[in-house]
């Protein structure tokens, strides 16, 4: 069983080299056992192209090493030194709109350029030849948070020919390709793979085929990027290799980049997530302003434990106020204590802080740490004291196995943007929707990709708007044992973005097709007994037997053996009663929530997180704000 | 007299040519008389330069033939074939950032590229040549919908040298330019016509004279490019000519552009409209959701009957729900045959309903049709045979001539765009607002071009926010013997956007000057006894009569003889009173409708419309939602 | 003492000269005593280059100073003729998108272009040699503007050359540059100075030390660009030299640039800017909506005091409905009068309506002026002649010093723009926040530089936000012997936009450290016992004394002697209760005054301005709306 630590992201290029012992020092005595470093160095590893200057490092490694502390070492690749641009000015990203992403702050480069990617494999390479076998290097990270600021996706001339090379290994001949994206409409038709663009600046839309392709070929452009500093690395180095993913970012196929990692790791900024990437009201906003939306982390900590096929860090954990959301408020007095005991209550390995001591400068000056720049402690450096004492408690405690499952799937989310259909449609949403609703039943969860054919002991699997699904896949839920939950927008499309000729679902050993989609404004939903239908209501015909009817007589909810579907986007009051009759049914024990406080169970615990801002009640228990309660099973 | 008929836009080239001939019977059994085919198709005539594949378009038009269809045959040329812009680079428009509007999608030309022109000519002429005598063609559209996707307005280097053309031609010498346009102001002087450049991207805006002139260059293009289609296609064919319109495009002046056609037609999507293209509340919308706008096809039918000088169709009709719109509700159960028959209703020759087959691939495949991907009936096939049916017993109806007109002027809704002067001040809502409430009291309305002088039988004609009006033009409506409604802004620019010297509304027989302008926050109108004055309120001198004051004792309604001014935006209470009063003034029948209910009077009947989701009684008949009551005269 | 008088803007260029006698006969009549010509004129004294046409310019002068009126001349410089660009195509700026802003409309051009400089100083020079020692030539305009449109920022070539020299001037070595900013960050080191960039489009944030160099830089050409003109105009006049700052431009330093003017003068238009500057709610806009907000025409009055050290003017100011804001309503009759006397009561010089005769063609056509386009005499006419007759009595009032100051500062300005940390956090709204609160207390304010270090007779100081102080500013502060009020964000940061090592406030004397600072949304405030905290909170660590603390018990108002520090962004109720309490702490008289009125003490009168819709009865006086009420001291 591997040993579950605290640590924290370092920058000792930042500081005087007077100041790294000290540092160091009080790492260890606050109990952390791991410290990244490395990431972001490129001008100071190699200030000029083919200059090195590794003695800095060498000392930062070897002062870690002495006190006892595990290195992960990162590439630099997500910031090229300024001399980078001038040895190849066109290696940066184009925007949308036809503009290059300048030099000036970090992420400008094109994963589809060529010769960056060999500067990449060079460093990455001359790194893991020098640390390669370092004892204290115990795991690396490829670059940093792929995707972040909106970089996944670039219009530049070596994306676009990158894409007619994807293009033309995909489909081998032009025909092909406009009988697969049925060019006929709009005489869109190519002669030639060469004449295809990359769909931006279109007049209207482009077509939404020739869109998934860019997308789908954008996101192996990533993995292409990650395994190639993978290569290397496990060329020279027998230490674990890591990716650190960021919240929300889901322009690229997680789960295909980790299948070339050992590891996968997420950065968990709770508070900054709320205000950036959630759409709530007021209301809600300012009950978690201070602690985060209460299943947000959850659902990422069993997303990446699904990613890493069951090894997952947090390789950065909000430490206080951070910089970068439109409102940046300090989390309440024991959240950050409570944020890294739910990640380990959900199987984390590691949880390190972002970052030990706040820089001064630049662009994350207002971003806190650990330490203020006056090196003294802020609030973080005594939480993380505290779960490093925590952590003893729960060295022993192991995934407990959940019995529903969830699907997230990468190409539906692109999906769901290529083609919302009712403004607002977005696959996260709708699939995050389904985990709080299991959230507040008291359950735990597990996240499986859209392949996952192994269904084992799972009782109930959601797949809610999983936008294709092979035959294979079909059979594997139809066989699954589970009650497999499907719809809306199941299999709404083929591999190739066209309707099925059947009609959706075309599931086999479901008689049902859907005629018509009706996408709604929020305000226009469809009456239900209890709730509503909101933005998405598909017209059903089939054999099938109702579940749920609307209230004027047409079926939402309908079934056949062990396949349900459900025919529109059920608003809260109506998932709620949907799940918890449907887990009733089957026998998974249920345990309702008092508002804010969530329940996670592991192989020893019931683990309560308290994520309002007052004390609850439950169960015989006082759990103060921020709270987190043990119940030892 | 014409004959009514419906029909249907078909694409043969997407579908196996083995479905064709069971399309076709079921067309004909439904009871569809016209089909549209051929729009979008010049990649499958002419798959490469100068190469030719007829034989599908020849079996496609014999296979209708032989049903005895009537065909409406369409060019090509909204879709240029991706060979078309390795031949031409610089065709494709440019919008107002500088970007060219690329190749992926429809309408990506430059209506000002010269060579590209030229294409549409050769294309145009090669399918008269062949097409052209043949008897099942029986109708040509040109181009699809003009100025769809904000495609009239290009910033290319073709349009500035053509626009530069265009001035030279206008102003003769740049001095008269200089002097028309004001450019003494803030130095803006040319010493020559090819310095003149597009009035975007300026530092702030361009001036105003220099926009219109630029807004009337780029209709005159759309004209041009029209007038090429016509002239080749009459050269061969005897068949009329039609252009399908798309509802509230406003860029290009529909007149003009019909001048040059037999007959006019339009594109009616009730319900992408509610939601796309019309301001109203979330009641409002929630309300007429699934029916559409209750006035706003009214008001294009009776637009598109003027600018067809009475000749006008339908050339594609909402089926179900479409992809566009921010919202695509299904439409409630009866309102496709309600739309047809209220165009019939409004004279209408033809309905066509857009599409047959929903195309299961690219940008249109969640565009319903009256058939499903899976070629079984959707719910408009059904409804479509109803209308069908309906139709033969209102094949005698004639248009009704109404007793009152409104004006509806191009030129003046640029204005307004150009120098709104009050944020939100829109002409084309400012007419739409006085169609509303004429439709309220059961009026018949005839909509009339700016430059219309015969007046013959109408009691009172509408005239609101005409930005100029010639000599003429006044005395036309001074002279009509109807009650003339004019104002606000009527005239308040010469034909060079600028201020007429003795000041607005500077209209003979009128002596009545406009010393200030207000344009006014939503939230702070003008009060009046009832209702208010809002956006927009003009101070009024002259020796006029008060027919209105404002509750503070200022002027807001004058008239002198037969000419009414009307000096602000009534708001709905005001106008609704102030149209009431003043056609029970002049004895024109008023019939007060419950809310949601419309009433059109052909030669024949009173046709009453349920707009509403529930039903409604109105004189002794109980109308159904969706109902179409009529009653004989 | 300097005689009070009334102007005029007026274009003789714009009319026939048949009319100027007319003019000018009138101005004279009216009471007016200044006018300015020449602004915006140059494409008619230079119509082609070294081409030049002065007779109408004499004859303006002449006929002006035949009637005995004073002239300001404004140099041409913000309308370069068409011509201009034919020389120097790449003279325009460029927009943060990287557009050119192109010839059409006004201020088409960047201040680093050193060849458009060159034609600045040759035209200016022309001038000066021929009007420099003109009797009639009593003053001198630099361009109009400056900043207007946002134009004081460009990325242009020439921008980016101007800057790489600028940074070499401020940091000699790269190394150095490096350091100041922390480019260690992200690997953002530069090897060179050629290597800087502009810092737009950055794929995200620039460094913001990049950006506050790229913004001081801009400020400085603006300095640079009016001190060559100025430098032209002393040659050869002794006339004094004023620019027209344009309301709420902040993207300069205005100090700076007045550093080398003789006189400072703003463009009053409240109306205007109500609508389009201020944020506000519907029910205060919609009270205010003909008066304009009641503090904000004073605010300038008092900053551009400061800013011209003690001598200002109004160089334009509102006659009547505007066409630029997005709603132009009517002045409430009075008010023209009321904005005029008002800055006479702040101490103005002059003030000058803006304009003469509202322009019947061209970008401002809807500006109405003091007469109408048909040569009638408009509403102000009236209500200036009113003025001319008023300030009679006022020739003797002088400024009354003020006991309390107001420290604005533009650097503080770019910083919260730079990073607001908290979104919307403005620091001119914070300033002008303390402005309101002490306007509500009948006081008289004067508003001081941050580099004041004279404070001879203040009572109270408030300096909120403001973003460096330097020792020798905190010493003066600190020994000024006034009460002063600091914080939040004060010193905050270092001049090289990093936060000071010792934590900010940093400031000598005052033992405090800020460890965390929370940004909130605007609904989730920390209460108080009267008010709430509100967008920003900053948490204290110090040796200090509460003043007031929060419900929850934290520190929110602190201090130390003399020195008072505020943690957070107080609300209107909060920030009224402490800065009453504090003015009477120190015995300043408060007159606490009704809704709307509000009151300036000049040397001999107390003046009441009614700003509300309504009359107002205050000690005995009973104040019609946009009355003026004078109490003879």
């Known amino acids: 069983m591997t040993q579950k630590g605290l640590g924290v992201c370092y920058y000792p290029e930042h500081w005087p080299r007077e100041m790294w012992a000290s540092d160091v020092q009080r790492m260890a005595d606050i109990g952390l056992t ?53 040895k190849h000015p066109d290696m940066l990203a184009v925007d949308a709109q036809g503009r290059p992403r300048k030099f000036g702050s970090r992420r400008h480069y094109c994963f589809s350029h060529e010769a960056y990617k060999k500067e990449c494999a060079r460093i990455v390479r001359l ?18 948070e792929y995707g972040c600021h909106d970089t996944t996706i670039s219009y530049s ?37 060469d004449e295809v663009d990359l769909p931006n600046l279109t007049v209207t839309e482009a077509n939404p085929a020739h869109q998934m392709a860019f997308r789908r ?46 590891i996968a790791s997420w950065d968990s900024y709770p508070l900054g997530f709320l205000e950036d990437r959630i759409e709530a009201d007021d209301e809600f906003k300012n009950q978690y302003l201070k602690q985060g939306h209460p299943d947000y982390q959850a659902f990422h900590h069993d997303l990446y434990r699904a990613v890493g096929r069951g090894r997952w860090w947090i390789m950065e954990q909000q430490p206080g106020p951070v910089n970068w959301a439109p409102y940046n408020p300090a989390p309440l007095p024991g959240m950050v204590r409570l944020w890294a005991l739910e990640a380990f209550a959900h199987g984390a390995e ?68 290529i083609q919302p259909q009712g403004q607002g449609f977005d696959y996260f949403d709708l699939v995050f929707h389904y985990y709080k609703a ?91 007994e209890k709730g509503q239908i909101r933005y998405w209501f598909e017209h059903i015909e089939g054999e099938v037997t109702p579940i749920l009817n609307t209230e004027d007589g047409r079926p939402a909810i309908v079934e056949k053996d062990n396949l349900i579907y459900c025919a529109g986007w059920l608003d809260e009051t109506a998932l709620f009663n949907f799940v918890g009759a449907l887990l009733g049914a089957v026998d998974i024990p249920i345990e309702h929530l008092p508002d804010g406080l969530r329940r996670r169970e592991t192989s020893d615990h019931v683990v309560y997180l308290n994520y309002a801002p007052i004390a609850i009640s439950h169960r015989d228990a006082e759990i103060p704000p921020a709270g987190v309660h043990f119940v030892r099973k």
């Open 438 to 528: 299991l959230r507040r039943l008291g359950c735990n969860i597990d996240i499986l990709p859209p392949n996952a054919t192994n269904f084992g002991d799972y009782t109930v699997i959601f797949a809610p708007g999983v936008v294709t699904l092979t035959q294979a896949q079909q059979k594997a839920l139809r066989e699954s044992g589970a009650k497999v939950v499907l719809g809306p927008r199941t299999n709404a499309k083929t591999s190739e973005f066209s309707i099925p000729p059947a009609l959706p679902p075309n599931f086999d050993g479901l008689p049902l097709k859907i005629t018509n989609v009706e996408s709604l404004r929020p305000s226009a939903g469809v009456a239900l």
């Open 350 to 417: 590691n949880v390190l802080y972002f970052r030990w001591r706040q820089a001064p400068f630049a662009q994350e000056q207002m971003h806190t740490g650990l330490y203020l720049p006056d090196d003294s402690p802020n609030v973080a450096a005594n939480e993380a004291k505290q779960v490093a004492q925590d952590l003893s408690q729960l060295q022993a405690d192991q995934i407990e196995p959940a019995r529903v499952a969830l699907i997230f799937d990468y190409e539906s989310q692109w999906a769901s943007e």
């Open 127 to 144: 790194l893991a030849e020098r640390y390669g076998d370092h004892p204290a290097i115990c795991a690396w990270q490829t670059d940093n």
């Open 217 to 262: 070929f954008s996101s192996d452009q990533v993995v292409a990027f990650n395994k190639l500093q993978v290569d290397e690395i496990r060329a020279k180095s027998t230490a674990p290799v890591i990716h650190n993913y960021m919240g929300r970012i889901t322009d690229f196929d997680h789960y295909q980049v980790a299948a070339d990692l050992d």
């Open 34 to 86: 791991w410290v990244r470093i490395g990431e972001f160095a490129w001008s100071r590893i190699e200030p000029k192209p083919g200059q090195f200057e590794w003695a800095w490092l060498d000392q930062a490694v070897e002062t870690l090493a002495d006190a006892g502390l595990k290195i992960v070492l990162g590439t630099p690749t997500a910031t090229p030194p300024r001399w980078m641009l001038s």
């Open 157 to 193: 001339d070596a994306a676009r020919q990158g894409f007619q090379k994807w293009l033309a290994a995909r489909y081998d001949n032009i025909a092909a390709l406009n009988d697969a994206w049925g060019n006929v409409f709009w005489s869109m038709e190519y002669a030639a793979f």
